[in-house]
């Protein structure tokens, strides 16, 4: 397992469509990908879950991957959340 803390930069936070582009990224691995922030763990490959923990921008959240490809989601991911989620 890795992980990696990095903070949500983008301006509205992670809204559905930011959220979106986290799980169409996420969706293309096969190892196990959550969040957590403050007290909930997100499922990164589930809109509704990525929703539900109400991340906004400047807030820190800790990417964890789990499996065979880990260390390319984490980076990967890490890229899309520091670009800002196309926004």
Do not use: W, Y
Not at 16 to 21: S, V, Y
């Amino acid at each position: 397992m890795v992980s990696q803390s990095v903070v949500v930069k983008n301006p509205t936070g992670l809204h559905l469509r930011p959220a979106g582009i986290l799980c169409k990224e996420a969706i293309q691995f096969k190892s196990l990908i959550t969040f957590t922030f403050r007290d909930t763990t997100a499922n990164a490959k589930s809109v509704l879950s990525v929703l539900g923990a109400c991340v906004k921008s400047g807030d820190e959240i800790t990417l964890c991957c789990e499996g065979e490809d880990e260390q390319e989601a984490l980076q990967r991911l890490v890229e899309v959340i520091e670009a800002g989620l196309g926004e």
